[in-house]
């Protein structure tokens, strides 16, 4: 069983930065992917960011393009959302995932491994 802690969340004001870590806890598949997904009070889980491991090929959501980079440091077996310019839309309980698939996946059901969730709250 792979378990993922996220952290680095925060209360941050509108226009600041944050940098989220998630760590595997240990390496299990040669190739693999992992993603961000963030979820509202009353709304949907949804797609932000995703990264293949092997190829280093990445996938935003529309809403986070330019602001938000997704990154991995294989040596560590963990991954990092750069969130710059943040927005209280942004505001939400943020997930971290892992696919045994090899693509940047955007859809939850692609994702076998879930973290727990780090909360990240933006004020105006």
């Known amino acids: 069983q792979v378990q993922l802690v996220e952290s680095g969340g925060g209360l941050v004001q509108a226009g600041d930065s944050l940098r989220l870590s998630c760590a595997a806890s240990r390496r299990t598949f040669s190739n693999y992917a992992m993603g961000w997904f963030r979820q509202a009070p009353g709304k949907e889980r949804e797609f932000v960011a995703a990264?293949?491991?092997?190829?280093?090929?990445?996938s935003y959501a529309d809403s986070v393009k330019g602001r938000f980079t997704i990154t991995r440091d294989a040596a560590k077996n963990t991954v990092y959302l750069q969130m710059n310019s943040l927005k209280p839309p942004d505001t939400a309980v943020y997930f971290c995932a892992m696919s045994r698939g090899t693509y940047t996946y955007t859809r939850k059901a692609d994702y076998d491994y879930w973290g727990q969730g780090t909360q990240v709250t933006v004020s105006s």
């Open positions: 990264v293949s491991w092997s190829r280093g090929s990445t």
